[in-house]
């Protein structure tokens, strides 16, 4: 178990919204997964929910102690939940997934392996993860697809599933991109875009057995098409300055 004063090596965040089912399960598996394995504590964003999941992030807090629980007053959407989990964050690295029980946190040694096997003169910030064998509906299957292929080929960031909310990455690293709505689904090509490295990782996907999901197909793929065009505006509007030293 973690001592309660020491600084932990990682941040776990996790944004939920009305998932008061799926709380406890993740938290334990989050527990199971890292606990005796590296210091850890897990950042609870409560996005503004409307049914238990803040009687049920107070009554875990009460048995798990790495466990912290942060809430907005209104709900802000899952970018911001993860950013509001990073500024909290006292570890510099952070990992990140949904809180819906669909990513599997035995999956997190994974990304932290690869990113302590990357050579430190690569630069790697973020270690994504990458579904394999998707537990969603077919819809959401054939919409993601679609998505993910035009995405890479617009902004050549070379992953096939940016979507994934498992994703590894440097705390400042990530607070220094710019931040907007949806942020979460195009990191690997904002920190390719501030010159870092990326690593990706396979990972496991699990089908939702608790909760509904809170995203529509068509109000999702609209949404994405827009901020596709935000983010290649990004990419064509940086400006690298190469080594930087004082004199």
């Known amino acids: 178990m973690n001592s309660p004063n020491a600084a932990p090596e990682l941040s776990v965040v996790v944004p939920v919204k009305d998932e008061q089912d799926n709380v406890r399960p993740l938290i334990d598996e989050i527990v199971a997964a890292l606990r005796d394995r590296v210091p850890f504590e897990i950042v609870y964003v409560d996005d503004g929910s409307k049914d238990g999941t803040p009687a049920a992030l107070e009554a875990a807090r009460a048995e798990v102690p790495e466990l912290r629980i942060v809430r907005h007053e209104r709900n802000s959407g899952q970018s911001a939940g993860v950013r509001t ?144 065009m935000g983010v290649m505006w990004l990419m064509k509007r940086r400006r690298l300055p190469g080594q930087v030293r004082e004199l």
Not at 131 to 157: E, F, P, V
Not at 168 to 173: D, G, K, S, V
């Open 85 to 228: 989990g990073v500024k909290f964050a006292r570890s510099p690295l952070v990992a990140t997934l949904d809180g819906d029980g669909q990513n599997d946190p035995a999956d997190i040694p994974k990304l932290l392996a690869a990113y302590r096997a990357a050579d430190p003169t690569d630069n790697v910030k973020l270690v994504g993860g990458q579904r394999l064998k998707r537990q969603d509906t077919a819809a959401k299957r054939w919409a993601s697809r679609g998505a993910n292929r035009l995405r890479a080929w617009l902004l050549k960031d070379d992953t096939r599933d940016t979507g994934c909310g498992l994703k590894l990455f440097e705390r400042q690293a990530f607070l220094d991109l710019p931040y907007f709505d949806h942020l979460h689904r195009f990191l690997p090509a904002l920190f390719k875009r501030d010159g870092h490295s990326i690593r990706l990782v396979d990972v496991s996907h699990r089908p939702r057995t608790r909760g509904a999901s809170k995203y529509g197909v068509m109000d999702r793929a609209l949404v994405s098409i827009r901020d596709l």
